[in-house]
């Protein structure tokens, strides 16, 4: 499974026994109006049978109506003739109607019955929610939506860099760079969309330092917000107007600040300087009673799978956690819950890091219970970038059946760069263990 569906080249074309392959709900449809033409049919033809019976022999309807019953066919040829006539206008018909009728949805670039069956296929799957944030969130969400429409991403608001950094302290609103990175992941007309949502304005002499820096898409949801009077909101109808598949929440309604204790005893501040420290002994955020977004925990609540990751350990998916409604909505969900863990280290944050080190940093913020599996790579064959300080992380866990978390491994890289999932590989792998039932099962292991 790997994210795409090859077809047969009939398929492709788009030919007319493509709409009546399975999956595609238009058989049953089709049924249903030739029934209803079929006893349309049936009336005319009683009508038919009386008016003949009553015209008078000789009269110069008889002809016109001999004509309409095939009387020059022999009998047994009458029905068979009006039959096959009868079905190849009406799948003619039905074939040029949902052209019609589709033909504004379709991409330039695709069949419209392989678009149709795409998005049948997607509105089928699995009900997901994906927690986290940066570009690690990002990437599962562009290889998520190619298997299911069916998606939320509950997003961080703890960044306090760059362009978000810069109207969270000019504007007070929660920081949207993540936000803005999942809206572009998710957009049906990526990577167009993300282009222009990631495009970010030079320095000119004409504007000075007022746009410089600032990212198109964090000023679009800016605008929104001041539009809506509500940050909620406005990320609710930049979903809308950006036409995504699924949905993207912020985490909580208003900013929150990460704090970093390190191994010496110092205490860092903000998010952006936590990333690149070493020797993180533990985070914590402020307001630590902050609320969560009410769709976040509806989503959480209603989510056939939930998955924490992948993403930066401490400033990416704790964050997350550490928002009690959304931790209290994780504990109370009977969905799966799976970590996804990085394919690398990062430099600061998790350099040396294996994948027992990630799952002991949860452990020690008391968020283990709240994984019921956890997925990693195990193919440690990929390209690594040139002169790149960050490691492969290492699987160095004993693996035993029936042990908590449940630890599976599958090739989640993306062969051309070891330090990067392969969205497509990652997608398909948690929707595969899910189908498969493995994550089901490990959710009904959960401890009472």
């Given at each position: 499974m790997n994210g795409r569906s090859p077809l047969p080249a009939e398929h492709r074309r788009g030919s007319l026994t493509a709409w009546l392959r399975p999956g595609m709900g238009i058989k049953r449809w089709l049924l249903v109006v030739?029934?209803?033409?079929?006893?349309?049919?049936?009336?005319?033809?009683?009508?038919?049978?009386?008016?003949?019976?009553?015209?008078?022999?000789?009269?110069?309807?008889?002809?016109?109506?001999?004509?309409?019953?095939?009387?020059?066919?022999?009998?047994?040829?009458?029905?068979?003739?009006?039959?096959?006539?009868?079905?190849?206008?009406?799948?003619?018909?039905?074939?040029?109607?949902?052209?019609?009728?589709?033909?504004?949805?379709?991409?330039?670039?695709?069949?419209?019955?392989?678009?149709?069956?795409?998005?049948?296929?997607?509105?089928?799957?699995?009900?997901?929610?994906?927690?986290?944030?940066?570009?690690?969130?990002?990437?599962?969400?562009?290889?998520?939506?190619?298997?299911?429409?069916?998606?939320?991403?509950?997003?961080?608001?703890?960044?306090?860099?760059?362009?978000?950094?810069?109207?969270?302290?000019?504007?007070?609103?929660?920081?949207?760079?993540?936000?803005?990175?999942?809206?572009?992941?998710?957009?049906?007309?990526?990577?167009?969309?993300?282009?222009?949502?990631?495009?970010?304005?030079?320095?000119?002499?004409?504007?000075?330092?007022?746009?410089?820096?600032?990212?198109?898409?964090n000023l679009l949801i800016a605008a929104m917000t001041d539009i809506e009077g509500d940050f909620e909101e406005a990320v609710r109808q930049s979903n809308r107007v950006l036409a995504v598949r699924g949905k993207v929440v912020p985490a909580a309604p208003e900013p929150v600040t990460l704090h970093a204790e390190l191994t010496g005893g110092e205490v860092i501040d903000g998010q952006s300087a936590i990333a690149r420290a070493s020797g993180i002994r533990r985070v914590w955020i402020t307001p630590d009673d902050v609320p969560a977004t009410s769709e976040a925990v509806a989503a959480i609540g209603s989510a056939e799978l939930v998955v924490l990751g992948p993403g930066s350990l401490y400033t990416s998916v704790l964050p997350n956690l550490l928002v009690p409604g959304i931790r209290a909505a994780l504990e109370k969900t009977t969905a799966?819950?799976?970590?996804?863990?990085?394919?690398?280290?990062?430099?600061?944050?998790?350099?040396?890091?294996?994948?027992?080190?990630?799952l002991a940093a949860l452990r020690a913020h008391g968020v283990d219970g709240l994984i019921d599996a956890v997925l990693a790579n195990n193919n440690f064959s990929a390209r690594a970038p040139e002169r790149y300080p960050a490691a492969p992380v290492k699987v160095d866990l004993a693996l035993r059946a029936g042990s908590r978390p449940l630890v599976l491994l599958r090739d989640l890289v993306d062969d051309g760069n070891a330090h990067h999932h392969d969205p497509h590989k990652l997608a398909a792998s948690i929707v595969a263990l899910y189908e498969e039932r493995a994550l089901p099962r490990a959710a009904a292991g959960r401890p009472a």
């Open positions: 030739f029934l209803g033409q079929l006893l349309v049919a049936l009336a005319l033809a009683l009508i038919i049978r009386q008016v003949y019976r009553d015209v008078p022999a000789g009269d110069p309807a008889t002809g016109v109506l001999d004509l309409l019953s095939l009387q020059f066919l022999p009998l047994e040829l009458r029905p068979l003739v009006l039959l096959g006539a009868g079905l190849l206008v009406f799948l003619f018909g039905a074939w040029r109607l949902l052209r019609v009728l589709l033909q504004p949805f379709r991409p330039r670039d695709e069949p419209l019955v392989e678009m149709l069956f795409r998005t049948r296929a997607r509105a089928r799957g699995p009900h997901v929610v994906a927690i986290g944030g940066g570009t690690g969130l990002s990437t599962l969400l562009r290889g998520l939506k190619e298997l299911t429409s069916n998606i939320t991403a509950v997003v961080t608001v703890a960044d306090d860099g760059g362009s978000s950094g810069k109207l969270r302290l000019e504007l007070g609103t929660p920081p949207m760079g993540d936000i803005r990175n999942c809206i572009a992941a998710l957009a049906d007309a990526e990577p167009a969309m993300a282009r222009l949502l990631q495009y970010r304005f030079p320095k000119t002499a004409a504007q000075g330092d007022g746009l410089e820096g600032h990212a198109f898409g799966p819950r799976l970590y996804v863990c990085n394919v690398a280290t990062q430099v600061g944050e998790t350099e040396g890091y294996s994948l027992a080190d990630h």
